[in-house]
C-alpha cells in the first residue's frame, strides 16, 4: 500500500526537517537522486538539456547538472527566468562546466525543472514554447509542470513526463495524473510525517484481502450476492453483473429480475427470481444497471434499500436516488452503502466534479453516509470516515459499454463475503482495470470480454502457491 502527501503536509515536514539539516543539504540530496536516475535513463547517451524555472524546482535541476556534468555528461540548461534562477545551484553548474543557452539543441533527455510543488496552472507561454519544441524523453523533478501536484488536473500546456524523480514522500499527483515512471528518492522525511491524506493500493493488498475458500466454508458462509439489475430493454447489465460477482469469489449469486431469462441462460449457476421478494436472503445486493427509472425500478430500489445488508448503488439506482430524493428514506440506518458514478451521474447526485476528483468524492460521501467511488482513469474511492483510495489505470481499455456493470458485481461479491466497504470497493476497482489491460492486450476490448478475463487478473494478484 503506498501512502501519498498533499503538498501542504510535504512543504510543512520539509521545513521542520531544514530547520535540522545544513543548508542545501536537502536540495543536493534531491539533485543527486534526479542525476542517478537521469544517468539511468540515458543508457550510454550523454547529452542533457535543463529546463530551469525559478526557486527551488530549478535549483534541484542546476545541482542535478551539476552532477552530471562531474560524471561526464554534457549538459545544458535554459534558465526561463534568469534573475530568480537558484544563485548556488547556478554557480555550481557553471563551475563543473555547464552551459547556459537561449535553447536547447538536440540531447538525449530533457529534465523539467520548471515549477514544483508550488506550482499551480497551465505553464507560462515562455515555458510551453520550449516544452512544445521538446523530441527528447522528459524527467520531471518532483511532478510534471502545468500539472497540478494536488488534484493532477491539466488546464493548459504541460509537460508530459516519462520519469518523474520525487523526493521523501509520493504526492497526490503520483496517482492522479500520468507521471510516467515514478522514482522516490529517500532525503530522511519519513520521520516528519504523520499518516498519509490518500492511499493507493497495491497487487499485495489486494492480494491478501480477495476472499478465499477455506476447508470449513460453503457457498453460504463465503456471502451470497444479490443482483437487481437490468431489464427487458438492457439485460446484458444483468447477465454481466452476475456473472462479474459469480466469478469474482466462490459464494453464490441470486438475479432477481426481469432478465431472468437471459442470466438463467448464460449463467445457470445464479439463482433466478423475477422479483427481489421472491429473491431470498442475501447479505449483498447490486442494484441499478440496466434497471430503469420508472416507478417498478424504484420500488425495487427501496425493497433494497430497506433489506439491512450493504448495497451498491450503480448507474440507474443513482439517477433514481438524484431525481427523487425520498428514496433515501428507505435506506435502513447503518447499513454500508456504495455509491458507483461516474462525472455525469455524480453531477447529478452530488454536484459538478470539478478539477479536484478526491475532495468531490470525499465531500459526497460525507453528505450520503456512503463510500463513493468517483469512476475515471483516476478512479477515487472515498469514505465518510475520511479515508480515501487512488487507483490509477494504465490504459483506458475499460472504458466501453457495460464496463460498469461488471465492476458493480464486483463490488456487490465482496460486500457479501465481509469485505469493509471502502477495500471492497477500492480492490474490485484495481481487478476490473487489470482485467481490463489483460482482456485487452493493446486492443479494443468488449465488457464481455473484459468479464472473461476476471479470473484472470485475480490469479494475478493473488497467485496460488506452488
Same mark, same amino acid.
Given at each position: 500500500?503506498?501512502?501519498?502527501?498533499?503538498?501542504?503536509?510535504?512543504?510543512?515536514?520539509?521545513?521542520?526537517?531544514?530547520?535540522?539539516?545544513?543548508?542545501?543539504?536537502?536540495?543536493?540530496?534531491?539533485?543527486?537522486?534526479?542525476?542517478?536516475?537521469?544517468?539511468?535513463?540515458?543508457?550510454?547517451?550523454?547529452?542533457?538539456?535543463?529546463?530551469?524555472?525559478?526557486?527551488?524546482?530549478?535549483?534541484?535541476?542546476?545541482?542535478?547538472?551539476?552532477?552530471?556534468?562531474?560524471?561526464?555528461?554534457?549538459?545544458?540548461?535554459?534558465?526561463?527566468?534568469?534573475?530568480?534562477?537558484?544563485?548556488?545551484?547556478?554557480?555550481?553548474?557553471?563551475?563543473?562546466?555547464?552551459?547556459?543557452?537561449?535553447?536547447?539543441?538536440?540531447?538525449?533527455?530533457?529534465?523539467?525543472?520548471?515549477?514544483?510543488?508550488?506550482?499551480?496552472?497551465?505553464?507560462?507561454?515562455?515555458?510551453?514554447?520550449?516544452?512544445?519544441?521538446?523530441?527528447?524523453?522528459?524527467?520531471?523533478?518532483?511532478?510534471?509542470?502545468?500539472?497540478?501536484?494536488?488534484?493532477?488536473?491539466?488546464?493548459?500546456?504541460?509537460?508530459?513526463?516519462?520519469?518523474?524523480?520525487?523526493?521523501?514522500?509520493?504526492?497526490?499527483?503520483?496517482?492522479?495524473?500520468?507521471?510516467?515512471?515514478?522514482?522516490?528518492?529517500?532525503?530522511?522525511?519519513?520521520?516528519?510525517?504523520?499518516?498519509?491524506?490518500?492511499?493507493?493500493?497495491?497487487?499485495?493488498?489486494?492480494?491478501?484481502?480477495?476472499?478465499?475458500?477455506?476447508?470449513?466454508?460453503?457457498?453460504?458462509?463465503?456471502?451470497?450476492?444479490?443482483?437487481?439489475?437490468?431489464?427487458?430493454?438492457?439485460?446484458?447489465?444483468?447477465?454481466?453483473?452476475?456473472?462479474?460477482?459469480?466469478?469474482?469469489?466462490?459464494?453464490?449469486?441470486?438475479?432477481?429480475?426481469?432478465?431472468?431469462?437471459?442470466?438463467?441462460?448464460?449463467?445457470?449457476?445464479?439463482?433466478?427470481?423475477?422479483?427481489?421478494?421472491?429473491?431470498?436472503?442475501?447479505?449483498?445486493?447490486?442494484?441499478?444497471?440496466?434497471?430503469?427509472?420508472?416507478?417498478?425500478?424504484?420500488?425495487?430500489?427501496?425493497?433494497?434499500?430497506?433489506?439491512?445488508?450493504?448495497?451498491? &448503488?450503480?448507474?440507474? #439506482?443513482?439517477?433514481? !436516488? +438524484?431525481?427523487? *430524493? $425520498?428514496?433515501?428514506? =428507505?435506506?435502513? /440506518?447503518?447499513?454500508?452503502?456504495?455509491?458507483?458514478?461516474?462525472?455525469?451521474?455524480?453531477?447529478?447526485?452530488?454536484?459538478?466534479?470539478?478539477?479536484?476528483?478526491?475532495?468531490?468524492?470525499?465531500?459526497?460521501?460525507?453528505?450520503?453516509?456512503?463510500?463513493?467511488?468517483?469512476?475515471?482513469?483516476?478512479?477515487?474511492?472515498?469514505?465518510?470516515?475520511?479515508?480515501?483510495?487512488?487507483?490509477?489505470?494504465?490504459?483506458?481499455?475499460?472504458?466501453?459499454?457495460?464496463?460498469?456493470?461488471?465492476?458493480?458485481?464486483?463490488?456487490?461479491?465482496?460486500?457479501?463475503?465481509?469485505?469493509?466497504?471502502?477495500?471492497?470497493?477500492?480492490?474490485?476497482?484495481?481487478?476490473?482495470?487489470?482485467?481490463?489491460?489483460?482482456?485487452?492486450?493493446? &486492443?479494443?476490448?468488449? #465488457?464481455?470480454?473484459? !468479464? +472473461?478475463?476476471? *479470473? $484472470?487478473?485475480?490469479? =494475478?494478484?493473488? /497467485?496460488?502457491?506452488?
Amino acid at each position: 500500500m503506498r501512502g501519498l502527501w498533499t503538498t501542504a503536509r510535504v512543504r510543512a515536514a520539509e521545513e521542520r526537517l531544514m530547520g535540522r539539516v545544513p543548508t542545501g543539504s536537502l536540495m543536493r540530496r534531491a539533485a543527486f537522486g534526479v542525476a542517478v536516475a537521469a544517468a539511468d535513463v540515458l543508457g550510454g547517451k550523454r547529452r542533457v538539456g535543463l529546463l530551469v524555472g525559478a526557486g527551488n524546482n530549478g535549483g534541484d535541476a542546476l545541482w542535478a547538472g551539476y552532477y552530471l556534468r562531474r560524471r561526464g555528461f554534457a549538459v545544458s540548461a535554459v534558465l526561463l527566468d534568469p534573475e530568480r534562477a537558484h544563485a548556488e545551484g547556478l554557480a555550481a553548474f557553471r563551475r563543473a562546466g555547464g552551459r547556459v543557452v537561449d535553447r536547447l539543441g538536440e540531447v538525449d533527455l530533457v529534465v523539467d525543472g520548471i515549477v514544483g510543488l508550488s506550482g499551480r496552472g497551465p505553464l507560462r507561454p515562455a515555458a510551453a514554447e520550449h516544452v512544445a519544441h521538446l523530441d527528447a524523453p522528459v524527467l520531471a523533478v518532483d511532478s510534471p509542470s502545468g500539472v497540478d501536484p494536488d488534484t493532477g488536473a491539466v488546464d493548459g500546456p504541460a509537460v508530459r513526463a516519462a520519469v518523474t524523480v520525487t523526493f521523501g514522500c509520493l504526492k497526490p499527483v503520483h496517482a492522479l495524473a500520468d507521471c510516467g515512471e515514478v522514482r522516490l528518492v529517500d532525503i530522511g522525511l519519513g520521520p516528519e510525517l504523520a499518516g498519509p491524506d490518500l492511499l493507493e493500493l497495491d497487487v499485495d493488498d489486494v492480494g491478501s484481502a480477495w476472499p478465499v475458500p477455506g476447508p470449513t466454508d460453503d457457498k453460504y458462509t463465503q456471502g451470497v450476492t444479490g443482483v437487481a439489475a437490468g431489464s427487458a430493454t438492457y439485460p446484458g447489465a444483468g447477465v454481466l453483473a452476475t456473472g462479474a460477482a459469480l466469478l469474482a469469489t466462490s459464494g453464490m449469486v441470486r438475479y432477481a429480475g426481469a432478465a431472468a431469462e437471459a442470466v438463467r441462460a448464460r449463467w445457470p449457476e445464479a439463482i433466478c427470481t423475477g422479483t427481489t421478494t421472491d429473491a431470498g436472503r442475501v447479505q449483498s445486493w447490486v442494484v441499478g444497471p440496466g434497471l430503469g427509472t420508472g416507478l417498478g425500478a424504484e420500488d425495487v430500489l427501496r425493497t433494497v434499500l430497506g433489506a439491512g445488508v450493504p448495497v451498491c &448503488a450503480d448507474a440507474d #439506482a443513482i439517477t433514481m !436516488l +438524484a431525481n427523487n *430524493p $425520498d428514496l433515501w428514506d =428507505a435506506r435502513d /440506518p447503518g447499513t454500508p452503502l456504495v455509491l458507483t458514478p461516474h462525472d455525469r451521474e455524480f453531477e447529478r447526485l452530488a454536484g459538478e466534479v470539478g478539477a479536484d476528483r478526491v475532495a468531490a468524492a470525499s465531500r459526497a460521501a460525507v453528505r450520503f453516509g456512503a463510500v463513493v467511488l468517483l469512476k475515471g482513469h483516476a478512479t477515487v474511492v472515498a469514505g465518510p470516515d475520511g479515508r480515501v483510495l487512488v487507483n490509477r489505470a494504465r490504459t483506458s481499455w475499460a472504458a466501453t459499454a457495460g464496463s460498469g456493470d461488471v465492476l458493480s458485481g464486483l463490488i456487490g461479491a465482496l460486500l457479501a463475503a465481509g469485505l469493509d466497504p471502502l477495500l471492497a470497493a477500492g480492490c474490485a476497482a484495481r481487478v476490473h482495470v487489470l482485467a481490463a489491460e489483460l482482456a485487452a492486450d493493446g &486492443a479494443p476490448v468488449t #465488457a464481455g470480454a473484459l !468479464l +472473461a478475463a476476471v *479470473p $484472470d487478473a485475480i490469479r =494475478a494478484v493473488r /497467485p496460488e502457491p506452488k
